[in-house]
């Protein structure tokens, strides 16, 4: 299954199935049409969160994005202009922010994430694909695009700054905009992914650029992007995240628990022992420069070093993404919206 293990499962099935339990419109419509209000938004399938300053900003299933003014303790829905499942958000700063998802959907935020605008879709991106296409290989590949419809999804995007955007996903989907979103060129050609695996990760420290995904894909740019080589994975299984350190220091995680580091920019990798065999689904860096994991088991883990040790003594609902605060405090988005993980000491103090 080329999918990112239940994460990619559950998305993918939002397309078909409705609220209701039926079939849905076609994502054609869903990208035309306002996300829903819902009643309890902080408990919607949410699938990323990030910090625009000190407000969170959290997207997920059928366009709801949610925001919160006081560090996670309470949320407000804001208005999405599509209904498509979105996949990832980042903010450049405090004020701009980037939100893919499905459908081929770009929507940017220049407050905050009050409003969002449209600034990408599949249609769109399969009429700039043949456009800008300049051989006949790349043409036929735009071709398809168009024959197939706005069906693929975006899974992450890395930012510069307020402008430059780079949004990776399903086939090897590869889009780049220098004017924050208001026009786009295909960067499918430049990216050394001849089979079109997918693109699950996105990373960036300052002018390099680390993508990796499906069957242990790998490329990076170390010139913004201009050019991108190919690096030899370590694991042929796919990656889910990762991180990305200056002075050349690289972590990739994904199936199957399987955790590496490399000091050399890629040259050369170490595995990490892991606790258990569950996949990580995804990572991010507290303010201590340390990195967390949050496994497909509901388990978040610190890693220092090379020594990895958990946070939570009580699983969470499937994790999605996670957010490190300041004080130690940690929020995971997922199945069962916000959840906050626990400190040691108050989950232990929980259990009869």
């Known amino acids: 299954m080329r999918v990112k293990g239940w994460l990619r499962v559950l998305v993918a099935a939002t397309a078909v199935v409705g609220a209701s339990g039926g079939l849905a419109a076609p994502v054609g419509d869903a990208l035309q049409r306002p996300a829903l209000q819902v009643r309890q938004p902080e408990r919607s399938v949410l699938l990323a969160v990030a910090q625009a300053g000190e407000p969170l900003v959290a997207v997920g299933e059928r366009g709801v994005i949610v925001r919160s003014e006081d560090l996670g303790k309470t949320w407000k829905q804001v208005p999405s202009p599509v209904s498509v499942t979105l996949t990832m958000v980042r903010f450049a700063d405090a004020l701009h922010g980037v939100a893919v998802g499905h459908g081929g959907t770009v929507l940017t935020t220049q407050d905050g994430g009050r409003n969002w605008q449209l600034r990408l879709d599949g249609k769109q991106l399969a009429a700039v694909a043949l456009r800008e ?70 990373r960036r420290s300052g002018d390099s650029v680390l993508l990796a995904g499906e069957q242990g894909v790998l490329a990076r740019s170390d010139d913004a992007g201009k050019t991108f080589q190919a690096l030899e994975s370590p694991y042929r299984g796919s990656w889910f995240s990762g991180d990305m350190q200056p002075g050349g220091q690289l972590t990739l995680a994904g199936m199957r628990g399987n955790l590496w580091q490399s000091q050399d920019a890629g040259k050369r ?15 991010a860096q507290t303010p201590e420069g340390d990195l967390l994991l949050a496994t497909q088991a509901g388990h978040i883990l610190r890693l220092q070093g090379v020594q990895v040790t958990p ?29 906050p993980v626990p400190s040691p000491a108050v989950a232990q103090e929980g259990r009869p």
């Open 311 to 339: 946070l939570n003594t009580v699983p969470l609902p499937s994790p999605a993404a996670l957010l490190p605060l300041a004080q130690g405090q940690v929020l995971t988005v997922g199945v069962a919206g916000v959840v």
């Open 269 to 283: 990798w170490a595995a990490v022992p892991m606790p258990g065999p569950a996949s990580i689904m995804a990572s």
């Open 133 to 202: 296409a300049s051989d006949d290989f790349q043409r036929a590949d735009a071709e398809r695009l168009m024959a197939d419809g706005p069906d693929k999804p975006f899974l992450d995007v890395v930012l510069w700054d307020t402008r430059r955007m780079l949004a990776v996903g399903a086939y090897g989907l590869a889009f780049y905009s220098a004017d924050g979103g208001v026009s786009w060129q295909p960067w499918m050609a430049r990216l050394p992914n001849p089979r079109g695996m997918h693109w699950y990760v996105a």
